[in-house]
């Protein structure tokens, strides 16, 4: 079965006009050893219900936790159901990046909306209409700030290891060095960062919250890195923005994160978005695509791609990135997002997943045991060491249907608390966790 | 239309959490003290508003979409209910291997399916998209010459023909590009054979190319770059005109990029999320990216592997582009596969034949999957562009085709229309060549001002590239 459309009867047809009388005629040019013969080896064809049926099987091989205390890199935050819908809008779903304007505006203007919003949460100048994930936007921000003399990349050991592992097979590509500042309390060492800034550092990355879920003194570092000459980016949690210090307070030049917080489901890993927004004087070196407001004949407004002098099918191996496609119904969705929960709205859902997390951080460790690993304000992630092997704790939870903190030692587990989970659930973990322990 | 910020009005609101007593207090030294400016819209107006951008945004569910290049075909509608199943929407991509054996299982024959398609031995699909997959591709040639002590190749072979995506591609991992002409647009030997060297890493190729040309030489162009020391990357953008008929295994090519996106039907969003899954021979799976996946016996694992370039994403991939496309290849089977393929290049040679009596196609041929149409004579004759001509089938309702691409065709139109395509829209659309040639050099209608018949005319794109207004409110 295939989604052809034609009778035998119009195929026929076609292929007169084509001047041949079999389809197989117009294959008989290729090469002579190019040519695979017969079918290949892979089961037939079968209808819609048996594909609908063997999928919805495979889908069972899977668990899904109706209580996640998981995150690290990945949110479970609740999806309004107008913004689900509105995400599957088939318009927006089966169109192309828009490279017709006059009949694309409904896209280019929603995409024009999602940069002003990305710049109105970051606090920064100009966004672009998002690249494949929070870890390769770390990479394009790092790309942005290298040149001549600058060629090394500064980062802090507390972001996400898999961006770090990330950034570090694009330094590989791009012959670069990364090198990791050490932490104090789980937090960027001041004086190592200092240390480490020399004339030849290009950036330095670190993210807000971090992987440990602290909030780092983003404002100061900035300093200590600007005084050195060299770029400052973050990556930041776009739901913490309605409540903690944004990149722009904190003067980043660069400020890149993982959107999937934005009403993008959790999907096994993707597809997620990146967001990128930067200073002014950075724009012309932001990759990726970006939408402009320009006017048309008749004097309307209305938006286009624009400053595609950057882009790699104008600059071609001139350019410093080659992403062409990017994320765009994810950017979408996490713009819908925006709309739906408002200014007042992201604040209540930062500030719930704020005093959830530190509703449950406050009752773990008052079980005997369980004790924070570090002392510092975090916002919804948080590392507590565990009296038992994480292992052990988390099959109990799972025996309960409850997905468990991230194991990232023998007895250390994150945490992720966020306004998806209720007081309840956190009540049940608590107590789950005190009889593994006993 | 209005945007969105315009139609704002204080205190409307779309959401409502639970209630909850909870107060705990933050530093005011991490506290955000910049206003937030995000629109106020209570959920009515949020869906109005969307529902009404969308209405301003042609898609492949309203009609024939022939983007050269792009392979618009129509997507199943059982792909998204597929990846909206709550067994693979709902699962974190960090939860213990033993609870996600579902998604590794999908992951799994998925590579079995498009390993046999190109017929190459291994795949990842942790790249995101074409230009990643590319990206992801350069890297692993970068690291297998390495390993060798093969220091001196830092060249990439791309002829003129090729997709922007590649020598950006290239030249990310630090390649320098050296560019070949085509002749006759397919790639000359004696062109290719002049910059053969110990210096080459490999060459990108693209078969059938970007005119839509199955490369004659191409087990000879494979051959060459083989013995000179280099590795041959394929670019998958075109695979819709060779599954089941062809594989890129037999052309001599040692990896390949695929779009998810393009051939295995799966919607591209208005640019995106795609795939741009790789697959490559025995020579290279040894650095394929971080981890891998390990099927022992039915169970199945993730492995990290030393020699592997590591990861280039976050986590997988774009996990469910890849389980929509896997939807698609069980639907269609080896017979469908081929028929696809089959279908997909004889649509595009019937639009060519019904139309070149009219039109000079680049190179007179029968064509595979997609044809280049070069509209140079006709500008000359009539004053009129290809641009001019995109612009008013954009009055008749059709999506222009691919425009000044490929770069060696100077008045490019780049005709794919798909398999998905009836015979009837296929006559609409020769119909239609046919009208606004006779009307182009009777000049009845003023090409320069198309579309005449829409809501917005041609925008300002210059003015917008001198004063960009990137943002509400610049």
Not at chain 1, 28 to 44: A, I, M, Q, R
Not at chain 1, 134 to 150: I, P, Q, S, V, Y
Not at chain 1, 185 to 192: F, Q, S, T
Not at chain 2, 130 to 157: L, P, S, V, W
């Amino acid at each position: 079965m295939s989604y052809t459309v034609n009778s035998k009867k119009e195929i026929l047809e076609m292929l007169e006009a084509c001047g041949v009388d079999d389809i197989s005629k117009l294959f008989e040019h290729l090469p002579s050893g190019t040519k695979y013969e017969g079918l290949l080896n892979l089961d037939e064809g079968k209808s819609e219900m048996e594909v609908y049926n063997f999928m919805k099987d495979m889908s069972k091989n899977n668990v899904v936790y109706p209580t996640i205390f998981r995150g690290a890199g990945a949110y479970k935050h609740y999806i309004p159901s107008a913004v689900k819908n509105l995400s599957s809008l088939s318009n927006f779903v089966t169109s192309y990046t828009p490279y017709q304007p006059e009949i694309s505006q409904g896209l280019l203007q929603a995409l024009f909306e999602y940069q002003s919003m990305i710049c109105d949460i970051t606090g920064m100048d100009v966004s672009n209409a998002s690249v494949y994930d929070g870890a390769t936007a770390a990479c394009e921000a790092m790309n942005m700030c290298l040149d001549r003399k600058r060629k090394k990349v500064l980062v802090s050991s507390s972001v996400n290891p898999s961006t770090l592992s990330v950034m570090k097979t694009y330094a590989y590509a791009y012959d670069i060095e990364i090198i990791e500042v050490d932490l104090k309390e789980g937090l960027v060492d001041k004086e190592d960062l200092k240390d480490k800034l020399k004339e030849d550092i290009a950036c330095f990355y670190v993210e807000n919250p971090n992987y440990y879920g602290l909030l780092e003194d983003i404002i100061d570092l900035g300093n200590i890195v600007h005084e050195n000459g060299s770029k400052y980016i973050i990556g930041c949690n776009p739901i913490s923005l309605g409540l903690i210090t944004s990149p722009s307070e904190a003067n980043a030049d660069i400020a890149v994160g993982e959107g999937q917080s934005l009403g993008i489901p959790l999907s096994f890993g993707g597809p997620y978005f990146g967001f990128m927004a930067c200073k002014r004087e950075l724009m012309r070196k932001l990759p990726g695509r970006i939408v402009g407001q320009t006017t048309d004949t008749k004097g309307q407004r209305g938006f286009v791609l624009t400053l595609q002098a950057r882009e790699q099918h104008i600059r071609r191996e001139k350019a410093s990135s080659s992403i062409c496609s990017n994320q765009s119904l994810c950017a979408l969705t996490g713009a819908m997002y925006l709309a739906y929960v408002g200014p007042v709205g992201l604040n209540e859902v930062a500030k719930r997943c704020f005093d959830l997390a530190h509703y449950a951080f406050n009752q773990i460790i008052k079980i005997d045991g369980f004790t924070p690993k570090y002392e510092g304000e975090f916002f919804h992630e948080f590392v507590i060491k565990t009296p038992i092997h994480v292992d052990i704790i988390n099959q109990y939870l799972d025996n309960n249907n409850i997905l468990g903190g991230l194991g990232i030692s023998d007895n250390e587990m994150l945490f992720c608390v966020t306004e998806a989970n209720s007081i309840e659930e956190i009540d049940l973990l608590v107590k789950l966790l005190k009889e593994v322990a006993l | 239309m209005k945007l969105v910020y315009e139609t704002s009005t204080k205190d409307h609101k779309g959401l409502q959490l639970p209630k909850c007593d909870l107060n705990y207090e933050l530093d005011d030294k991490y506290k955000r003290k910049e206003k937030l400016n995000l629109p106020e819209l209570s959920e009515v107006e949020v869906v109005r508003h969307y529902t009404a951008l969308s209405k301003e945004t042609y898609s492949v569910d309203d009609g024939i979409y022939p983007l050269g290049s792009c392979t618009m075909k129509y997507n199943p509608k059982l792909n998204e209910e597929v990846a909206s199943f709550e067994g693979f929407s709902q699962v974190h991509p960090l939860q213990d291997v033993s609870t996600v054996q579902g998604c590794l299982q999908a992951l799994d024959l998925a590579k079995k399916y498009v390993c046999t398609i190109t017929g190459m031995d291994n795949a990842s699909f942790q790249p995101a998209a074409g230009a990643h997959g590319e990206f992801t591709c350069m890297m692993m040639i970068k690291k297998y010459h390495e390993e060798r002590n093969d220091t001196k190749r830092k060249k990439i072979i791309i002829p003129d023909s090729a997709h922007g995506t590649n020598p950006a591609s290239a030249t990310m991992c630090g390649f320098e590009t050296v560019t070949i002409k085509s002749e006759n647009g397919i790639v000359s030997m004696e062109e290719l054979n002049k910059v053969l060297s110990d210096e080459i890493a490999g060459i990108m190729l693209t078969n059938p190319n970007t005119l839509g040309l199955y490369e004659k030489e191409i087990l000879n162009i494979t051959k060459a770059v083989h013995d000179c020391g280099g590795l041959a990357y394929y670019d998958g953008a075109n695979l819709n005109a060779v599954m089941g008929i062809s594989r890129p295994g037999e052309m001599g090519f040692d990896c390949l990029h695929l779009n998810l996106h393009k051939t295995f039907s799966t919607p591209h969003g208005g640019g995106g999320p795609g795939s741009g899954a790789i697959c490559c021979n025995k020579k290279l799976e040894k650095y394929l990216p971080n981890p891998i996946i390990k099927n022992e016996e039915g169970i199945y694992t993730f492995e990290n592997i030393d020699s592997s370039i590591g990861k280039v994403k976050d986590f997988y991939g774009n996990f469910t582009v890849v389980l929509k496309a896997l939807t698609y290849m069980l639907r269609l089977g080896n017979n469908g596969i081929r028929e696809t393929s089959e279908n997909a290049v004889l649509n595009a040679n019937y639009i060519m034949n019904g139309i070149k009596d009219l039109y000079d196609v680049a190179i007179d041929e029968v064509c595979m999957h997609e044809f280049v149409l070069d509209l140079s004579r006709f500008k000359k004759e009539t004053g009129f562009s290809a641009l001019d001509v995109s612009k008013r089938l954009i009055d008749y309702g059709i999506h222009p085709p691919t425009m000044y691409f490929p770069l060696i065709v100077k008045e490019a139109l780049m005709i794919e229309p798909t398999e998905t395509e009836s015979k009837e829209t296929l006559d609409m659309v020769i119909d239609i060549f046919r009208k606004i040639h006779e009307e182009a050099y009777s000049k009845s209608v003023d090409l320069t001002k198309a579309p005449l018949n829409t809501k917005y005319g041609r925008m300002d794109e210059v003015t917008s590239a001198r004063n960009p207004r990137l943002k509400y409110g610049d």
